[in-house]
């Protein structure tokens, strides 16, 4: 996923920033998950629910790459 973000915007992100977006954008699903887990039990779509939204949290902040990595 890293080299697919840098081979696609090469003059936007070098291979760090783009391993540190991938990992954030993981990191915000599953870490969202494992807290709906904690708090609600092997609930799947309540899980799958809890990484949308920690998706779009992190999402919200990798927006500012394009921006302030040009």
Known sequence: ???A???AYPDELDPIIAAAAVGALIGGAQA???AS???SGPAEMEQLEAARRGVDLTMKGLNSLGSEHA
């Open 5 to 7: 973000l840098v081979e």
């Open 1 to 3: 996923m890293v080299e």
């Open 37 to 39: 887990y904690e708090r």
């Open 32 to 34: 969202a998950a494992a």
